[in-house]
Structure formats: structure tokens, C-alpha cells
């Protein structure tokens, strides 16, 4: 059993995050902290009272202390920080695209969940349509391999229902990210009204949030010039023939870029650096998302 997981993890590409403030975590890990006083990173210097390590006592500095105190310097260890993915799961979520949008979304949880465990961190997750998906609850763990499990069951998840025709639960996901500090990436196709994102970049505001926006190329563009189309609504399952013509061409372009902009103006009023997915999942450009 662990020699066939060992063979999957393996085969899963890795992607390299960073937290751009100290974390506070309580757990050794990969990641900068301003805790701790047996690291390797210097902090300063404290008393040997307060620092009880005469190993790293410092004879310059205790000299130098117009009080006599004896001095010792301190090292910052590094730690862990939970790293949470909560995901949009309405209906507009099972669009198939060059691929379809929910397999994207577990070929990033499969990734994001092994590079955690490689990370030392934990890997939580939270599923959201118009209510929480409690099926699909993923607290966060250490446990090798519970993110493959979720990305399979991902993978033969069918969406929709009645269930499915909005995702109002994500203004509540906050509720299941803990106190600590997280690393969170917020999935969706950010299909939602304005005002409902939001609301759900203003409750996470805690964490260190990193918006994903899942879009197609095939979602966006109109292969005819004109003639008569089928539009459907993937939340509604609505259905209704369109006439295009050259100037309603243009209306939806239009339309198409100022939804971008809007979305691009709400992320930098939150200081919020988004990440766009409008193709198969790449890990390389998650990594190059953080380093850039």
C-alpha cells in the first residue's frame, strides 16, 4: 500500500509557495517565523533569563550591557502554516472546456496536497455550492495522501442540482480555516455577483489569501461570426437561442473585459495578487505566481 502511494506521489507534478509575512505557526516547517529561540536564522539578543541557553551566550554583548545582564543570542526557527484550498463546486464548475473545469481543480489539489506534505505543512480543504459540502471536508492534515483521495474523488464528482445553483456557502468557509494563519487559495470562476465576492475576500482577510480564477478559452469565445447559437446556464440549466450579429459580438467582448477589470480592481483593493487558470492545470505557473 505505501509503495503504490509512494509510486502516485511521485508522478504528481510539485509547485513551490511562500508566505510572504512570518508565520506563527507551532510546528517545524520550511517557512520564515519570528518564534522560537533554537533556529538557525538570527533574531537578536535577549537575557539569559528570558533565553535560558548558555550555549549561544554572547560575551561581547554582555559586557557591552550597562546593566551587567548577561546576554544570549536568539535564532528564529522556521515553521509550518496550514495551506487550505476552498473551492467553488456550483454547477458552473462541471463546464468542459478544453478540459473539464473540476478535473483542473483536482489536478490542483493533487499537487498543492503533495507539495504540502513535502512542505512539513497540513492540506485542508472546504467544497462549496449553496451549502457547505461537508462530504468533501478535508480538515487540515498531515496525513500522507488524504489530498489524493480527495482529488480522486474529485475527479468522479458529477455537479449540479439543486444544490448546485449557486455557491452562497463560500461566504461562510471562513468558519472552517481555524485561527492560525493560512496559506489560502480561493478557487471559483468567480461567476458570482460583485458584492458576494466581496463578502468572501473580506471574511478570509485573516489568512494569506491567493485568489484562483478558473476560466476556458472555449467558455469565452464565440467560434461563429454570426447566425443563431444555444446558450445554456450551467447553475439554471436554462436554455436560450441567441442571434448574433456583429454589434451583440462586440457587446460580449465587451462585456468579457469589464468583468476582468472588475474583478482585477476588487483583488487590488484587498491587495490580493490573482492567479488566472484559463487552461489545464500547470504547476509551474503556480510556482512562478509566488517567485514573480
Known sequence: MLANLSAVTTRVP?????????VLGHFPGRHRSSRGDSG???????????????????????LRDPFGDWKVRVYSQRKAVPVVMVADLSASMGFVGARRRLDVVADFVDSLSVSAWRSGDSFGFVGCDATLRTDLLLLPTRARGAGTRLARTLRSLQLGGPSGASAHALSSAHRHLGRQRALVFLVSDFHLPLAEVEGVLAS???????????????????TARFGLAHIV????GRR????????LREQWFE??????????????????????????????????HFHS
Open 14 to 22: 510539485e509547485l513551490h509557495y511562500r508566505i510572504g509575512s512570518q
Open 40 to 62: 538557525f536564522e538570527y533574531r537578536g539578543q535577549a537575557g539569559l533569563l528570558d533565553a535560558p541557553d548558555p550555549r549561544r551566550l554572547d560575551l561581547h554583548a554582555s
Open 204 to 222: 478570509m482577510a485573516h489568512h494569506d489569501l491567493v485568489p484562483v480564477v478558473m476560466w476556458d478559452a472555449v467558455e469565452l469565445t464565440l
Open 233 to 236: 446556464d450551467p447553475e439554471t
Open 240 to 247: 436560450r437561442l441567441v442571434g448574433w450579429r456583429a454589434a
Open 255 to 288: 462585456a468579457l473585459q469589464q468583468r476582468r477589470d472588475a474583478l482585477l480592481q476588487l483583488f487590488r483593493a484587498h491587495r490580493l495578487k490573482p492567479l488566472f487558470i484559463e487552461a489545464g492545470f500547470d504547476a509551474d505557473a503556480v510556482t512562478r
